[in-house]
């Protein structure tokens, strides 16, 4: 395992980029997109993708780390200023990007960790969840805002939730859209830990170096062991969990949502 620290910055010209930091055994992914609360765009969603495919390729990256830049936000969902109008091909683009770097990241060999703290939203909530572990600052706050904006939970992301918190709070979480804090959030199970804020990197990085310097080989068996424990049954009907998918996509109340964020007011759902 290679102890030596090494940096790169991956980036392009637009808004927002992903930093990685490669340091004891530890990847240190950064979502840095600090003036919109690290809100992730289609660009900073396919360097995530490429970047975990190349840590999971890496012999020397025994743990990887994903967190927000700064204190305030881990991420406060997708950067909305990719989804302005009515453009419904946007809303696809943007699950056929973000779903398969959701994929990669739940189904990553190596053990993964969301550091979080300040807001974690929407899609960084799907981040944090497709993580194996979730150690939090007192400042923490989660929220899954769908249903006020209109707009489906993929059937992905609905499993993976219900996985961590059981079916009865997942419906809570969902229906509700309401925010939890820290607190709430491990009384829930959503989260594994809290942590004071000032010393959560440390706190991290001393977890993610204990799983480093276990057996790769065993941690990564009993992984595999677990997801393979929670999987899907062939029974279930996923068909029908995605027509109701993209009723949601083609729906008035998502175009609706969107309007009703730009426009900074209530949303009015019609239920079509």
């Given at each position: 395992m290679d102890g030596a620290k090494s940096k790169l910055i991956l980036d392009d010209d637009r808004p927002g980029r992903v930093r990685v930091d490669i340091n004891g055994g530890v990847g240190w992914i950064e979502l840095d997109n600090v003036r919109k609360r690290n809100a992730i765009s289609l660009a900073m969603w396919r360097t995530l993708k490429n970047e975990l495919d190349r840590l999971r390729d890496d012999d020397n990256i025994r743990c990887v780390v994903i967190y927000g830049r700064g204190e305030k936000a881990f991420c406060s969902g997708a950067d909305v200023a990719e989804k302005q109008g009515n453009d419904k091909s946007t809303t696809s683009a943007d699950a056929d990007v973000a779903l398969?770097?959701?994929?990669?990241?739940?189904?990553?060999?190596?053990?993964?960790?969301?550091?979080?703290?300040?807001?974690?939203?929407?899609?960084?909530?799907?981040?944090a969840l497709a993580c194996d572990l979730r150690i939090v600052g007192e400042s923490a706050s989660f929220g899954i805002p769908a249903a006020?904006?209109?707009?489906?939970?993929?059937?992905?992301?609905?499993?993976?939730?219900?996985?961590?918190?059981?079916?009865?709070?997942?419906?809570?979480?969902?229906?509700?859209?309401?925010?939890?804090?820290?607190?709430?959030?491990?009384?829930?199970?959503?989260?594994?830990?809290?942590?004071?804020?000032?010393?959560?990197?440390?706190?991290?990085?001393?977890?993610?170096?204990?799983?480093?310097?276990?057996?790769?080989?065993?941690?990564q068996a009993a992984k595999q062991a677990i997801e393979t424990a929670v999987s899907d049954a062939p029974i279930r009907d996923i068909a029908r969990c995605n027509e109701r998918e993209r009723a949601c996509l083609e729906s008035e109340d998502y175009a609706e949502g969107r309007r009703a964020f730009a426009e900074k007011r209530d949303p009015v759902f019609q239920g079509r």
């Open positions: 398969p770097t959701l994929r990669a990241l739940q189904e990553f060999s190596k053990p993964t960790i969301a550091m979080i703290s300040g807001y974690c939203l929407g899609a960084g909530a799907a981040i006020r904006l209109g707009l489906a939970y993929y059937y992905c992301l609905a499993k993976r939730l219900t996985e961590v918190v059981g079916p009865s709070k997942a419906k809570e979480i969902i229906f509700t859209a309401d925010r939890y804090d820290a607190n709430k959030a491990l009384r829930m199970g959503l989260v594994n830990e809290v942590i004071r804020t000032s010393e959560l990197r440390e706190t991290v990085g001393e977890t993610a170096l204990r799983i480093a310097r276990n057996a790769p080989l065993t941690v």
